[in-house]
């Protein structure tokens, strides 16, 4: 299904866009992505930290509040020139009434356009590559650029820790990258206790998630739907898959390998710190840093660093309400894999956390 065309004199009505030049309000026709949400999905809800601009294009959705405080809103009315986001408190959500299509932008770059001297030398050609996701998807020539075009299940990943604080070209990497299976009823996706090989994203279609009933999750069953998203953990911490996932319908799955999944989650989940602005930061006193290692206490009897905090990374989750959010965590290059897994666990729950890049080991010479 090809997406409507979006026209200057629609970008110029809406707030803040209206601010802009021509120039760089073209540039935004080219990078808008358009989401279809079916009647009755979630459009939005309303979180403290806004990442995008929000735009009802076609359709009808309600704003609600509470059970009792509901207001519809219309693709004609003069309310929806503004930010979706900025018409509900946190907390609140919005609903598709009938099929409608939202228009979403990167806020920051919208607000970095409002504050530039020269909005038209923006490097929008070089920085965003447009992406086609119907079919195949493979990244498009400048020449070719078209709307993007989104199915309703991106707005749950969207909205997730996981992806909600991607930059718009990791999300059109993400869609480039993506690799779509056809699943049947009582295909097996995970099995408990095997190597990871895949991060799948559930596109259509449902599955459940079971677990052991002797181990930490006590054989409980999880309902998967649409935009769910699994296997991250086992594939960056290089750890044995700890729940088997089998398809309870037909549908349809995305997956991207390893290093698929670092190219387009790296920048938002796994931020790396040469070795000297790493060491800089530990020193200096103006921001609150820790160490934090999150190998077992026995990989650690020979460390001799100080103020290190050791907490093995099967027991992070159950931590993370002891952590304080106020300091940046730095996690050691020693944890590897382990290191990896563990800034994004943090980094999707808001704290503050970097990886050190791996130690280079010099060179040993060779003797004749």
């Not at 995008?52 to 076609?58: D, E, G, I, T, W």
């Not at 729950?349 to 004749?368: I, N, Y």
Request: proline residues 4%; glycine residues 6%; hydrophobic residues 35%.
């Amino acid at each position: 299904m090809a997406s409507d065309s979006i026209s200057l004199k629609q970008i110029s009505r809406l707030h803040p866009m209206q601010l802009l030049g021509k120039p760089a309000q073209k540039q935004l026709i080219e990078i808008a992505l358009q989401i279809k949400v079916k009647q009755g999905s979630m459009v939005l809800k309303k979180r403290k930290e806004l990442t995008s601009y929000s735009y009802l294009f076609k359709g009808k959705v309600e704003l609600r509040h509470s059970f009792d405080d509901r207001r519809l809103l219309s693709v004609e009315d003069e309310m929806a020139l503004q930010p979706l986001e900025d018409l509900i408190d946190i907390g609140a959500s919005i609903r598709a009434l009938e099929e409608c299509v939202i228009l979403r932008f990167d806020r920051d770059f919208i607000d970095n356009l409002r504050t530039s001297s020269s909005p038209a030398s923006s490097p929008v050609d070089s920085t965003y590559g447009v992406v086609s996701i119907e079919g195949d998807a493979n990244y498009l020539d400048s020449s070719m650029i078209d709307d993007d075009y989104q199915e309703d299940w991106t707005l749950q990943l969207l909205d997730s820790p996981l992806a909600r604080n991607l930059k718009p070209t990791a999300l059109h990497r993400l869609m480039a990258k993506l690799e779509r299976v056809d699943v049947k009823l009582g295909d097996q996706l995970i099995e408990q206790g095997q190597r990871a090989d895949y991060f799948y994203i559930l596109i259509s279609g449902e599955a459940a998630l079971s677990t052991d009933l002797h181990g930490p999750f006590n054989g409980q069953t999880i309902n998967l739907s649409e935009g769910t998203h699994f296997g991250e953990e086992a594939l960056l911490g290089d750890t044995l898959r700890n729940a088997t996932i089998k398809m309870t319908s037909d549908g349809v799955v995305g997956r991207l390998n390893r290093q698929q999944f670092l190219e387009v989650f790296s920048e938002s989940l796994l931020p790396t710190l040469p070795e000297q602005q790493f060491n800089q930061l530990l020193e200096q006193e103006e921001i609150a840093c820790l160490l934090l290692d999150v190998r077992f206490r026995e990989e650690l009897r020979d460390d001799t660093r100080e103020n290190v905090l050791n907490i093995p990374i099967s027991r992070l989750r159950s931590a993370l309400p002891q952590l304080n959010r106020g300091t940046t965590y730095l996690l050691s290059a020693q944890g590897g894999p382990r290191s990896e897994l563990a800034c994004c666990i943090l980094r999707q729950h808001d704290f503050s956390a970097f990886l050190q890049a791996p130690v280079e080991q010099p060179e040993t010479k060779k003797t004749a």
